[in-house]
């Protein structure tokens, strides 16, 4: 499979755990990205990453989130002290830089399938 | 800071029964509107791309259209695979998608 894997898929954890969630994108990309989404909302921005630079980052990142991307490659995201309002899916995406798309329909972001949260 | 507007919430269709949902969005300097499609669960899912007003794309039963303030998603005879959500996102910028609630369809046999 090819596309962009997120592990774990699911996740239950206790109020004031750490969480930890890892991102492989699709290999030749450059740029990365973290969403998160709650039940009917559409995905909210949290942060991007250009090679291993983070560029941008979403004032909804509080001080308990943390995003890397070691070399470039996979990135993980990383939650202290959880509280139920952190309970969401968690997407990742990856793309391609614009002015390097091929294909007919370009500019888009891949989605991983998300890593769902449950804060108890 | 960019804005995307979908509507209607929800949408429950027969079979067969065409019809179009919305997509407003005020953006400073579009550079491109994408519409995704989500399945319950998973990840969005890619549809469509469009740049600049009167620019339309189509795929199956799915047409996307764009003006200078919305886009138009027509679904023409949808079938039951067709329920899903499906969300509207805007560029701004080199790099961001900033998304909207989505509209979710569901399609009655």
């Known amino acids: 499979d090819t596309g962009v894997s997120q592990n774990p898929r699911h996740k239950i954890t206790k109020r004031g755990q750490n969480v930890t969630f890892r991102c492989d994108p699709i290999?030749?990309?450059?740029?990365l990205y973290w969403y998160r989404q709650t039940l009917g909302q559409g995905p909210e921005f949290l942060t991007y990453?250009?090679?291993?630079?983070?560029?941008?980052k979403s004032r909804l990142l509080s001080d308990r989130f943390s995003a890397e991307r070691p070399k470039g490659s996979f990135s993980t995201l990383e939650i202290q002290r959880t509280e139920q309002g952190d309970s969401a899916m968690y997407l990742c995406?990856?793309?391609?830089?614009?002015?390097?798309?091929?294909?007919?329909?370009?500019?888009?972001?891949?989605f991983g399938e998300g890593s769902r949260l449950t804060v108890l | 800071e960019d804005q995307v507007t979908q509507s209607p919430e929800a949408l429950r269709l027969q079979e067969g029964e065409s019809s179009s949902l919305n997509c407003s969005y005020t953006?400073?300097?579009?550079?491109?509107l994408f519409w995704y499609r989500q399945d319950p669960g998973k990840g969005p899912e890619f549809l469509f791309t469009?740049?600049?007003a009167g620019e339309e794309k189509e795929k199956e039963r799915l047409k996307a259209t764009l003006t200078k303030k919305e886009s138009f998603l027509h679904i023409t005879a949808p079938k039951p695979e067709d329920s899903a959500t499906y969300l509207c996102a805007v560029r701004s910028n080199d790099y961001k998608l900033s998304f909207g609630a989505g509209t979710t369809v569901t399609v009655r046999a």
């Open positions: 469009l740049y600049s």
């Open positions: 290999s030749e990309h450059n740029r």
């Open positions: 995406a990856s793309s391609l830089p614009s002015g390097e798309q091929t294909r007919p329909n370009t500019g888009e972001l891949f």
């Open positions: 990453f250009q090679n291993e630079a983070q560029l941008e």
């Open positions: 953006v400073s300097g579009l550079r491109g």
